[in-house]
């Protein structure tokens, strides 16, 4: 019995090593890179306005924001598998905010994920991504954000879960998926691609949802290869399979929320309203010469449809279905009438092996963003009031079979998982 209470007792002292050790490596007080001289020579009005352009392309008001708050104020809360994290004030307010920070502090926030005090700070901040920008950069948003009118609102706690909400088991997470760098040019590749690698990889945190994370929230990487969106119920397609697209078409749904080929929905269809509109031509262009290069995964083997007669019978009904909802706006044929009403054949929302976007546009329809590309955009009305379960199924099984597209049907089991989802 000794034995076993000794044993018990190194595994815990072994255990508080380690922690110890994790702590000491987490929370030492990181090097600084400065900025550089050409920043530090840039005239008050022109690092302020590169500042507000950078608080764009990164989105930041989307989550520093409650709807309906001010500005950057916090209080937005951030739902993750592990728990909600609430988002902090960082408006230029002295006591409740950032108004006390210097750059050197705001730039250990972005680059190594560790706010004033030390603390570390969660990834639902993406500073995964943020670690990539340059000095120059957060220099000029801090300089920003210094700008923006004070509110004093107090931060809330993080309402995570026992051990999430531990800074120890947030240290060893970084320890597994974290690692402080800075982009750098590839010299092999054009300035375009540079550029648009920058913002895909940093500021615009493209990863932070299309790329698949593992039951611990670890990140595949710039793989972008698609995955689900943590805790909010809708799938973030590939962006490595945009090479037949004409470049731009993709350059028009990142600026407009629209295009010959598709349209924006769901949470992209925030990021483009809030975000992506408001880049300059230039930088959209570099973001799809980007998109476009980059390599894509193979495509799985053909689906081979059952020819049984209750599986023929099931997409019949669908298609039933879809002549008496569908058809005035998307045609006939699949091809619907660009930009208001979106293609549906060869659409890869519809044909993504994960279901879930099509099944959550018929329940809840969908709503491109209102941009100055498409002021008025034209919305796809819901229809969970008026078709069950089944109903649903089977018209997205006829929407991913028809036309030349080929995905395996749904059933109305899938579907009745999706329809209590919240909208927002």
Not at 206 to 226: F, I, K, T
């Amino acid at each position: 019995m000794r034995k076993i209470v000794y044993t018990v007792m190194a595994a815990a002292l072994i255990a508080a090593v380690v922690a110890a050790v994790l702590l000491a490596m987490q929370f030492r007080r990181p090097d600084d890179s400065p900025p550089s001289a050409a920043t530090a020579a840039l005239a008050a009005d022109e690092r302020l306005a590169r500042g507000a352009y950078l608080a764009k392309a990164g989105d930041c008001m989307a989550c520093h924001t409650t709807r309906g708050g001010q500005p950057y104020a916090g209080g937005r809360a951030l739902q993750t598998p592990f728990g909600s994290v609430i988002a902090p004030n960082i408006t230029a307010d002295r006591n409740t905010g950032i108004g006390t920070w210097s750059s050197d502090d705001f730039w250990r926030a972005l680059h190594h994920g560790q706010s004033r005090d030390g603390r570390l700070l969660y990834p639902a901040f993406p500073y995964t991504n943020y670690t990539r920008i340059t000095r120059d950069d957060a220099d000029a948003l801090y300089a920003y954000l210094q700008t923006v009118p004070a509110v004093t609102q107090a931060n809330q706690p993080h309402q995570l879960r026992f051990p999430y909400s531990l800074q120890i088991s947030l240290a060893a997470w970084r320890m597994l998926y974290f690692k402080p760098e800075v982009f750098r040019p590839e010299t092999n590749q054009s300035v375009d691609w540079n550029r648009g690698a920058y913002l895909v990889q940093g500021l615009g945190h493209c990863s932070a949802c299309h790329s698949a994370r593992n039951p611990l929230g670890g990140s595949e990487g710039e793989s972008l290869s698609g995955g689900m969106i943590p805790a909010q119920g809708w799938y973030a397609p590939a962006l490595n399979a945009r090479g037949d697209w004409q470049q731009d078409h993709l350059a028009a749904l990142l600026k407009t929320g629209v295009s010959p080929r598709a349209a924006v929905f769901g949470p992209m269809a925030e990021v483009v309203k809030e975000s992506l509109q408001y880049l300059n031509d230039g930088d959209i262009n570099a973001i799809a010469v980007y998109l476009k290069a980059l390599p894509a995964e193979a495509k799985p083997a053909a689906f081979e449809r059952e020819g049984a007669p209750e599986a023929v019978a099931f997409l019949a009904a669908g298609a039933k279905l879809y002549e008496k909802h569908c058809a005035e706006c998307h045609g006939a044929e699949g091809k619907g009438q660009s930009p208001a009403y979106p293609p549906l054949a060869g659409n890869q929302a519809l044909i993504m092996t994960n279901a879930v976007n099509p099944i959550r546009m018929v329940l809840n329809g969908g709503f491109a963003p209102a941009t100055a590309g498409n002021p008025r955009p034209y919305s796809m009305p819901p229809f969970s009031h008026m078709l069950n379960d089944l109903e649903v199924a089977q018209l997205v099984s006829y929407l991913r079979s028809a036309w030349g597209n080929n995905a395996p049907p749904v059933n109305a089991t899938d579907v009745n998982r999706f329809r209590a989802v919240p909208l927002d």
